[in-house]
């Protein structure tokens, strides 16, 4: 046993023990994973350097004022050592960086030999986040769960959720970090743990962060004119905290943007994570606002969506005159129809006198309306009487969502007028004369007949016997 002293990585063995002239056992220091040595430099003080993916094998240890060099210009680059403050320049008796390229160096007696690329501490990894969602605000602690993050806090950890800072970091253990997240949106986050010592970057796709939903609370006001051109206050949270969407930006991130019902907002200005202004118009060729009632406001940051759970409307359309009070029963009169909400748009909205519809129904504008009469189908008890008007509409892509106008009692289909006519003189003594020569004509007839002896007329009464029959046959004449 001559004591042969040994190093993982750079780090003493906490304990060895010599079994043979061919073995020995060592007791793996504390460390923490690297991702291996991919390429690096052994040079000699003349500056001649050998270069091969494990030139530490081709490096001979003598001589003095060696140095082993790390990730300089164009000297390609390998990971630091796992657990070991990284360093270039190293004494001249050791010769080299011993913790490159997960060797292991024995010393007996002063001498040393070496192996590279022989030793590796297990891959940390990710298993739970803790909480595994959050604001946009930022400003929460979270915790990240996993195993071999390492025995000290000097590694120089840092953590990123997606591209979003999460600091300070506080390492907790070899298992638990710790970290304050800062402000973000958008859903399933890659969180990484970056480590400054070996440039190692750990994260796990299973376990991912994601900020919370937009939420929208309230709208105010509730009910707009069909319009619009007014600006509307969206209370909610999760809106985002970039106090640069408070002015005009062409560049990510993008402030969120608003909805109501199938119309969105023109304008959304963003005033805080928890506020925005949507002001509808039609102008700039956009098409809105809007009609009708109960309909969904939706605000949308980056790819996530929040809807708001109090139903916003637009004003009910409201009747004020009709061109005409009344019609023909049979229809086809051109009724023009004037109020307000009636859509900045055609809407298709529909209108109807009493329980029929119009004929047809054509949209002019915002305050008109014009109503082809259908013909009237009852007269019973005076249902053609003081009809009411009435209007319904709302967009097509929301059934039960119409909202709808009435101008009571206001039309009146015309009754059905009944025509007398007086016959002339001249007419009268026609008919009286073709009525004198019918009644001539049958009583010709029925002499002639008798004359002829023609039995009288007698009723087919079938099987029935004469005894049981009401009359008796009738005698000949």
């Not at 970039?242 to 930006?249: L, Q, V």
């Not at 309909?295 to 637009?314: A, E, K, M, R």
Request: proline share 7%; with cysteine; aromatic share 10%.
């Amino acid at each position: 046993d001559t004591s042969p002293k040994a190093r993982l990585a750079g780090t003493a063995c906490s304990s060895t023990v010599w079994r043979s002239d061919s073995s020995m056992l060592c007791r793996a220091p504390a460390g923490f994973w690297s991702r291996g040595c991919e390429r690096s430099q052994c040079c000699l003080p003349s500056g001649t350097c050998l270069s091969s993916p494990h030139p530490c094998d081709n490096c001979l240890i003598q001589g003095s004022n060696w140095n082993f060099v790390l990730g300089r210009p164009n000297a390609g680059a390998c990971s630091w050592a796992y657990d070991t403050i990284p360093q270039v320049s190293y004494s001249e008796d050791l010769g080299m960086y011993q913790g490159m390229c997960g060797s292991i160096v024995v010393t007996v007696d002063m001498q040393r030999g070496l192996l590279t690329q022989a030793f590796s501490y297990q891959v940390p990894r990710v298993t739970k986040l803790d909480p595994s969602n959050g604001p946009t605000s930022g400003k929460k602690d979270i915790i990240m769960q996993g195993v071999n993050f390492g025995t000290k806090a000097a590694y120089g950890y840092s953590a990123l959720v997606g591209e979003t800072s999460c600091s300070p970091l506080n390492w907790t253990s070899d298992s638990a970090i710790g970290c304050n997240l800062h402000r973000g949106y958008n859903p399933s986050k890659t969180t990484n743990i970056e480590v400054a010592m070996n440039q190692a970057t750990v994260y796990n796709d299973q376990f991912l962060f994601s900020y919370d939903n937009p939420s929208v609370d309230n709208i105010i006001p509730a009910i707009v004119p069909a319009s619009g051109d007014i600006p509307m206050t969206i209370i909610g949270s999760n809106f985002g905290a970039f106090d640069e969407f408070a002015n005009i930006r062409m560049i990510s991130p993008f402030p969120p943007t608003s909805t109501i019902g199938d119309t969105p907002c023109l304008l959304t200005q963003w005033y805080s994570d928890s506020t925005l202004v949507c002001r509808l118009t039609g102008t700039f060729g956009f098409r809105g606002p809007g009609v009708g009632g109960q309909l969904p406001v939706v605000v949308q940051f980056g790819s996530q969506f929040g809807t708001s759970q109090i139903p916003f409307s637009y004003r009910a359309p409201s009747i004020r005159a009709s061109s005409m009070g009344n019609g023909p029963a049979t229809g086809g009169e051109r009724v023009l129809i004037s109020g307000d909400d009636f859509g900045v748009y055609d809407y298709s909205a529909a209108v109807s006198i009493g329980e029929t519809d119009c004929s047809t129904s054509s949209w002019v504008s915002n305050t008109a309306i014009v109503c082809v009469t259908a013909p009237c189908t009852t007269y019973l008890a005076g249902a053609n009487r003081e009809l009411d008007i009435k209007i319904a509409v709302g967009p097509a892509s929301r059934p039960g969502s119409d909202q709808v106008g009435l101008l009571g009692g206001f039309y009146t289909y015309d009754d059905i007028i009944i025509v007398r006519y007086t016959l002339s003189e001249t007419e009268a003594n026609v008919l009286v004369y073709i009525a004198a020569v019918m009644t001539a004509g049958v009583a010709i007839l029925a002499i002639h007949m008798r004359l002829r002896g023609d039995p009288q007329f007698e009723p087919d009464l079938g099987t029935l016997p004469h005894r049981y029959a009401r009359t008796k046959p009738a005698a000949h004449w």
